[in-house]
């Protein structure tokens, strides 16, 4: 067997950069925070940093409508932090993955106000514009044409209406963007995260999308607002699309490239290209972002991943992003779960991805929906909140970027400002980095523990993985398997404590001192794991 690519066996931080330090006490995260807080990183033991984008942008979605990719807001710093961020993140061993919005720029990027200047500009065809709309709804509702007087058309935007999607049809604009991917790649990034990556590409034919029952979109089935998303997402061209990108990153060498899609599994595997796993690097699944706590659930979803993405793919296991609940929303605030959920999370065969915060437990916050800073809400202020607490689904995206938790003195240690950009959660003087440190069975400690053991067994990192049959109900049990060296994950998901036969030469990890490993059986406390060596 020869070794993986270091994208397929590392571990990935997710940074939110506005709220994760601030350096200069103007309330606001930045890249000089992040580099001041990288040796955290690197003792707890992540190897790879993904950054929300910090590119020059009006910031009406946060970053995520930029109107320069090759130079930096200057709320979070400049060109030069920049470089010294890649630079610092590489000196400590570890990687840098830049968060890249292919999709569609800002309103305010110069090209899209050139190209709505006019219908005979060097840009006219650089967005997608029309004369008259069709039926397609954009993602967050509504239709997602919009009107411009200038030209008298309208052009498309898949997400907000300051948002407008770039015409990929047009090769200059590919040209222009695999520039850009380049600009970076030759300043020593490692790779990128891909911002919906599967919207890329419409219906060349502007076909409409059919009809649909459904209201609120799924990750298994995006169809939302009453339309199947037929036209507008998923599109064949979007795989090809992967696989050019990928050839822009082999320039540079061994590169990381993430997607955020969705549509169902085998979709997603198409972006990773065909058997010779020539598309994107790696595919988030956020279907498993609805997690239901029982070994059931883990169970089937081990199956599905390794189903899906056998050798020469590896699947990605996340939990929580800045778009999403946080975990411990699912996990009912018990941090006895956090700990096995991080014990799955870095164990299973796949590459974990961790937002900010998860590895000391911080919750989502709970704010008005009309004081929100993130414009989702304010298009749904006519629902009422019970609604969506009902389905499960997060509106307000500002709940779950509250700031970093540091400590517990004014505003958790994370900026010295008078006020903090968001407000910080109420909780910061409970749940926060320094008193994790100190506390040995804390759930930061046993993240870092986790981390280490991945760090020293290959087995973790590059085993295949063996379900494990027969173990007493709600106890979830898997084998990572390397040349003869066989690993053991016993996680019991249960409230009860139980007892079984396993045969094994040395206890690796126990989740709590109580849990005990005998001779020929273990025993497991309620919401207890072990992992477990057996020499073969
Ligand atoms: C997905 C990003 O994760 C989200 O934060 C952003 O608002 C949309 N894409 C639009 O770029």
């Not at 066996?9 to 997710?14: S, V, W």
Request: with cysteine; net charge negative.
């Amino acid at each position: 067997m020869t070794a993986l690519p270091w994208y397929h066996k590392t571990t990935i931080y997710q940074i939110y950069p506005r709220s994760f330090y601030d350096s200069n006490s103007d309330g606001i995260g930045d890249l000089q925070g992040i580099i001041q807080k990288l040796d955290y990183i690197r003792e707890l033991g992540f190897e790879t940093i993904w950054i929300s984008p910090f590119f020059s942008s009006p910031q009406a979605d946060f970053g995520y409508d930029i109107s320069d990719y090759t130079d930096i807001a200057p709320e979070y710093g400049t060109m030069s932090d920049a470089l010294e961020l890649i630079e610092e993140v590489h000196e400590r061993g570890m990687k840098l993955v830049l968060d890249m919005v292919m999709n569609h720029t800002s309103e305010e990027h110069p090209w899209f106000k050139e190209s709505r200047s006019s219908r005979d500009n060097p840009k006219a065809d650089w967005y997608i514009w029309r004369d008259k709309p069709n039926n397609w709804q954009s993602m967050t509702g509504g239709s997602g044409w919009h009107y411009a007087r200038e030209r008298g058309q309208y052009f498309w935007s898949s997400f907000l209406p300051f948002q407008p999607d770039l015409n990929y049809r047009n090769p200059d604009v590919k040209r222009a963007m695999f520039d850009i991917v380049r600009f970076w790649l030759g300043r020593g990034v490692d790779g990128f995260r891909l911002d919906i990556f599967n919207v890329i590409y419409k219906d060349a034919d502007f076909r409409d999308n059919p009809f649909s029952f459904k209201l609120v979109p799924t990750d298994e089935d995006p169809s939302s607002f009453f339309q199947q998303a037929k036209y507008t997402i998923n599109q064949p061209e979007s795989f090809a699309f992967a696989r050019e990108f990928r050839k822009v990153c082999d320039e540079f060498g061994e590169r990381l490239s993430i997607g955020e899609v969705n549509g169902g599994r085998k979709v997603l595997r198409k972006f990773l290209g065909d058997a010779a796993n020539n598309g994107l690097t790696l595919v988030f699944d956020f279907e498993m972002l609805n997690l239901k706590f029982t070994a059931d659930y883990f169970r089937d979803l081990i199956r599905e991943m390794e189903r899906h993405y056998p050798e020469p793919f590896m699947p990605v296991y996340v939990f929580s992003n800045h778009d999403k609940h946080r975990s411990m929303y699912r996990l009912g605030n018990d941090v006895r779960k956090a700990k096995l959920l991080a014990m799955f999370q870095l164990t299973v065969r796949g590459v974990p991805c961790m937002y900010y915060g998860e590895e000391i437990g911080m919750t989502d916050a709970k704010f008005p929906f009309a004081e929100a800073f993130d414009p989702i809400p304010h298009k749904f202020t006519f629902v009422p909140r019970f609604v969506f607490d009902l389905l499960g689904v997060l509106i307000n995206r500002d709940e779950v970027r509250t700031p970093m938790q540091w400590n517990g003195t004014r505003n958790a240690g994370f900026s010295s400002a008078q006020k903090t950009w968001l407000p910080l959660h109420e909780n910061y003087q409970t749940i926060h980095v320094e008193k994790q440190q100190a506390e040995s069975n804390s759930l930061l400690n046993v993240v870092r523990a986790l981390l280490k053991i991945r760090h020293q067994e290959r087995c973790l990192q590059e085993g295949s993985l063996e379900i494990l049959e027969n173990l007493p109900k709600g106890v979830l049990g898997y084998a990572r398997i390397l040349e003869g060296e066989k690993i053991l994950v016993l996680l019991n998901l249960d409230e009860q404590a139980t007892e079984f036969p396993v045969g094994y030469s040395e206890c690796i990890f126990k989740s709590s001192d109580r849990d005990d490993a005998k001779e020929k059986a273990i025993q497991l406390n309620g919401f207890g794991g072990m992992i477990l060596r057996i020499k073969s």
